[in-house]
């Protein structure tokens, strides 16, 4: 499978997902399910649109199965509430392995959205803020 970014590969999708009319690129803010990701947070989601069980993190997290925040699920859908960052760390990148290997997908500041355009969902078990 090649590298891909969430917002480039699920473009329709999150269209049609969360109502957007217009083409690729264009900025879609967040569905309502999205809206328990507070301000500052990174939050996965069990579930399409983001509902079911949901994790957050305002920092890095190279272990998803060990420590305060744990999440053993499957991800089916990712909201990037950042806020403005001073050293510019808005994106996040989500990895399928601990310890930041294996990389999936990346996600821009205030990106919400499913993970696949199919609704499947991913095993992702590690994440890092980097520079926009």
Not at 4 to 13: D, I, K, M, P
Not at 100 to 125: E, F, M, P
Request: proline share 3%.
């Amino acid at each position: 499978m090649r590298t891909r970014s969430v917002l480039t590969a699920l473009g329709a999708s999150v269209a049609l997902t969360l109502g957007a009319a217009s083409g690729a690129g264009a900025d879609v803010g967040p569905a309502a399910p999205f809206e328990d990701c507070k301000r500052g947070y990174i939050c996965v989601y069990t579930g399409l649109n983001g509902t079911g069980v949901m994790q957050k993190w305002l920092g890095d997290d190279p272990n998803w199965l060990d420590g305060d925040k744990q999440f053993h699920g499957r991800v089916r859908s990712i909201c990037n509430h950042g806020t403005e960052d001073p050293n510019n760390l808005e994106t996040v990148l989500f990895y399928f392995q601990t310890n930041y290997r294996s990389y999936y997908a990346s996600a821009g500041k205030d990106w919400c959205g499913n993970t696949q355009s199919d609704g499947s969902s991913v095993k992702l078990r590690s994440h890092k803020w980097v520079k926009a």
